[in-house]
Nanobody, 126 residues
Framework: VQLQASGGGLVQAGGSLRLSCAASGIMFSRYAMCWFRQAPGKAREFVAGVNRGGGTTAYADSVKGRFTISRDNDKKTTYLQMNSLKPEDAATYYC????????????????????WGQGTQVTVSS
């Protein structure tokens, strides 16, 4: 199983980035997908999640209205579009996969997730 995150980089405050997470080795459509982030010295925190079919999403309050999570089950890829980035968004972003039944809500707890990507660094300059 591999979750390959990409798309991080350096951006000015107010700018945008799109992260991607390509999955392999799993039946992608059976997994809810999410993004967590972790800044130095801070705990890992939930950012956004999407259910198996892509029709239900969940967001941390801190990113609502600025970030959009989506998925393409044919491409086995999850995306996180990040707009209006702030310096406090700077962190390493991790994608994760949670095997769920079809009706399960999106989990926002890291321990719920079965597989994790390696992380991609996002730096936001003020």
């Amino acid at each position: 199983v591999q979750l390959q995150a990409s798309g991080g980089g350096l951006v000015q405050a107010g700018g945008s980035l799109r992260l991607s997470c390509a999955a392999s080795g799993i039946m992608f459509s059976r997994y809810a997908m999410c993004w967590f982030r972790q800044a130095p010295g801070k705990a890992r925190e939930f950012v956004a999640g999407v259910n198996r079919g892509g029709g239900t999403t969940a967001y941390a309050d801190s990113v609502k209205g600025r970030f959009t999570i989506s998925r393409d089950n044919d491409k086995k890829t999850t995306y996180l579009q990040m707009n209006s980035l702030k310096p406090e968004d700077a962190a390493t972003y991790y994608c994760a996969a949670d095997w769920v039944i079809s009706s399960a809500p999106v989990a926002d707890t890291a321990s719920q997730y079965d597989y994790w990507g390696q992380g991609t660094q996002v730096t936001v300059s003020s």
